[in-house]
């Protein structure tokens, strides 16, 4: 009789623990629930009662471990399987039963992503979003979108997503139980490393993997590394952690259909939220619930998400202005405090580094901590703002880059791309050593005995000629004297470049434009002509910066003389046709923001920012 009662328990608890809701009040018998529930097909069947013994059997384990002295080994189960870690896997499954927010806090929720006078439309665009790769082979890393407004959620997601496609391609056969615990942990020295540019070799299911760990490291970021929130509709919760992906798209759309969110109200209604402690819990969740991240209400979800993993009062607390709707009017574009969130884990609304005082007790809030992946914008170049070195000099060669109206994702195959250019590094070394024997209060002069000292300390070895010149006068000007390091030799301690490069650095950058646009060079024929696909835009752009110590004129010479780049056109010689392409777009001006004085070079259209 206890067993047949304890399979009745084990029977309602794994039927709840599907539907993601809390028991309602006289619910009905588990036989009667049973009989009431849709047919299933004897697949699902079998798989209903696999779980159940399994169930049974996690039950039964966990009563045996209780009667385990506290100073005894941890007993194992017929298989070697550790009771104690097995144990623990079981209480990160007891916080995914789904707990419906508050009335005050979904008020709260939906009031800070979208104030008080938020449009029909612009809710429209946040309910229609889905998170998902393009279908077209040649962007298929790309995550495609469809409407504007949530960019900044898309852009984010898209950058971590290339962190662990380009960067970590090993670990994304890994199983979920053997992820670290700290995501953004070190994994890789920091030598050069350069990832694979064949985009099309990665499989759906190593994209669907990086989807998911970048979703899991996201979140945890918000949660200070403590705890990740998962958001989720109450309507989609019945037996989608159990089916299969076929099963999960039907329940899914049927769940979705008439669905919108237009008051906080209906955000009181639907929505049901998890709370997990470690990211082998979230991962598994995430990934059981892929395709409804995947369908047109995902991206809102991982924003609440996001949000709610930081805590709301944390996020209001991070702003400078707590009364502003975080998605921003007219247009309904996510705001710099949400690419913030999802960036460094913090909803801050500036990008420059740490605060600024204002004094009085009053201060702007900036980027704290330093990042995986950072951020450029074009809002720097028109001198709006300052992007900070932490976001402009993340872990991994990966920005999210803004534009007035627009987020999009530029990225580099190379480590390298980060370096300090080797001949500015020698420069700097031999700048600060002259300078520490400067005694004339900034006049750009040192003595006859301190130019000795300078040379020993940066191991310069001047001809005996040159160095009787420059003591000549009884002290030593530092134009003079950078004039003869120019001409030195590199193996003299000079910056001479047998190479002709004079420091000059030149790397390939690719830009994803995430909004699916009209692509005549992709069209499909039909007996009316030509239709262009809708897809993303993928640019490679060639760029080549010199040191910045170099002359302007030297860098024009260099770019003419190399062959592989044409100059930037200035405004006299903007009609002259070139065979090269356009040297110049707004992404270019983002990019110097970053590589001051970068030449780029691209085939074809010039990357769009917009």
Known sequence: MADQQEEEDLRLALRMSMQNSPPEPKRSKPEEAENSATTMTPEESRRLQRELMAAAAEKRMLEAAKSVPASGSPLKSDSGGDLGKKEMEIEDKKVSLGNELSE??????????????????????????????????????????????????????????????????????????????????????????????????????????????????????????????????????????????????????????????????????????????????????????????????????????????????RVQADRDDPSLPLVTAPFGHASQEIVNLLLCGQAVPNVFDGRMDLGGGMFLKGVSANVEVGFLTLLESLNFCQVGQKLKCPKWPIWVVGSESHYTVLFALDTAVQDENELEERESQIRKAFDAQDQSGGGGFISVEGFHQVLRETNV?????????????????????????????????????????????????????????????????????????????????????????????????????????????????????????????????CIRTRWPRAVCNWVGDPPSIV
């Open 461 to 589: 070895r001047l001809p005996p000629e040159k160095l009787d010149s420059l003591c000549s006068s009884g002290f030593i000007v530092w134009s003079e004297f950078w004039q003869v390091i120019l001409d030195l030799d590199k193996s003299m301690g000079g910056l001479k470049d047998s190479t002709e490069q004079m420091g000059r650095k030149v790397f390939d950058l690719y830009h994803f434009n995430g909004i699916a646009k009209s692509d005549l060079s992709g069209s499909h024929s039909s007996s009316r002509g030509e239709t262009p696909i809708q897809r993303p835009r993928l640019t490679i752009l060639r760029v080549s910066v010199p040191p910045r110590w170099t002359p302007e004129e030297f860098m024009t010479d260099v770019v003419v003389t190399s062959g592989s780049f044409g100059t930037e056109p200035s405004s006299k010689d903007t009609e002259v046709a070139i065979p090269e392409p356009s040297q110049h777009a707004p992404l270019v001006d």
């Open 104 to 313: 005050e806090e979904a008020y709260q929720l939906f009031f800070m992503v979208f104030g008080s006078g938020v449009s029909k439309d612009i809710l429209a665009q946040w309910s229609n979003q889905g998170i998902r790769f393009s279908p077209d082979p040649e962007t298929s890393m790309i995550l495609v979108q469809h409407e504007g407004g949530p960019c900044g959620v898309l852009a984010a997601i898209q950058a971590f997503v290339l962190k662990h496609l380009l960067f970590f391609p090993d670990e994304l056969v890994k199983a979920a139980q053997s992820m670290p615990q700290n995501l953004s942990s070190e994994r890789l020295s920091k030598n050069q490393y350069v990832a694979s540019n064949d985009f099309a070799s990665f499989t759906e299911n190593a994209k669907t993997r990086a989807l998911v760990e970048s979703m899991v490291e996201i979140l945890f970021l918000c949660g200070n590394n403590k705890r990740a929130v998962i958001a989720t509709l109450s309507s989609i919760g019945d037996g989608i952690d159990g089916s299969d992906d076929s099963l999960k798209d039907v329940i899914i759309a049927q769940a979705l259909e008439g669905l919108s969110i237009e008051s906080a109200s209906d955000l009181h209604k639907i929505l049901r939220v998890d709370t997990y402690t470690t990211p082998a819990s979230a991962f598994e969740r995430l990934e059981a619930m892929i395709p409804f991240f995947q369908s047109r209400m995902g991206a809102l979800l991982f924003l609440i998400s996001a949000l709610l993993s930081r805590g709301m009062d």
